[in-house]
């Protein structure tokens, strides 16, 4: 039987054979202009922290002040955390809007639907040191309930932690 002649087969191939340009023309789309600048503030806040990490009162003052690290007409701000998956320690070691949560454990904190973020953010950079997550959060701007998406990049600090930092932004509902 010539399999190029039954329709099945050449139907079952075109299909396979174009999902993985479906894919790379998905994979080389351009990002939303506001995941650009997210990502953005995270390659500049890396910098920074790779620098004055033996500092992170500097580190600190940065995050709530200096321009490159936040885009208030847009929501954006900067989140870092230090981590220890055995420990099960997801530390705040910065925040640029809620300061009040620097050297609380976030580790066993659960999304709204019962995901342990924190965990799984531990987990991604261990595995790829940097990407994108997205889960629902409360937006201290709104303080409404929103899907947001995320873009963290690990770094290990000079005392020897591992962290990282991270930005979002909120969609749109």
């Given at each position: 039987m010539n399999f190029w002649a039954n329709p099945l087969f050449l139907i079952i191939w075109l299909v396979i054979g174009l999902i993985p340009v479906a894919?790379?023309?998905?994979?080389?789309?351009?990002?939303?202009?506001?995941?650009?600048?997210?990502?953005?503030?995270?390659?500049?806040?890396?910098?920074?922290?790779?620098?004055?990490?033996?500092?992170?009162?500097?580190?600190?003052?940065?995050?709530?002040?200096?321009?490159?690290?936040?885009?208030?007409?847009?929501?954006?701000?900067?989140?870092?955390?230090?981590?220890?998956?055995?420990?099960?320690?997801?530390?705040?070691?910065?925040?640029?809007?809620?300061?009040?949560?620097?050297?609380?454990?976030?580790?066993?904190?659960?999304?709204?639907?019962?995901?342990l973020l924190f965990y799984e953010i531990a987990r991604m950079i261990e595995k790829e040191g940097q990407g994108w997550i997205q889960y629902d959060w409360l937006n201290p701007y709104t303080n409404t309930l929103q899907t947001k998406c995320s873009y963290l990049k690990g770094i290990v600090l000079k005392d020897g932690r591992k962290a990282w930092v991270g930005c979002g932004f909120w969609q749109k509902k």
């Open positions: 894919d790379a023309q998905q994979q080389s789309r351009p990002l939303p202009a506001v995941a650009e600048k997210t990502k953005a503030i995270v390659e500049a806040v890396h910098a920074f922290v790779n620098v004055h990490s033996n500092d992170m009162s500097t580190v600190q003052h940065a995050l709530q002040t200096h321009p490159d690290f936040f885009d208030r007409d847009k929501n954006l701000y900067v989140f870092m955390h230090c981590y220890n998956i055995e420990k099960k320690e997801a530390i705040c070691c910065g925040q640029a809007v809620r300061p009040e949560l620097i050297g609380k454990n976030m580790w066993h904190l659960r999304t709204p639907n019962g995901r």
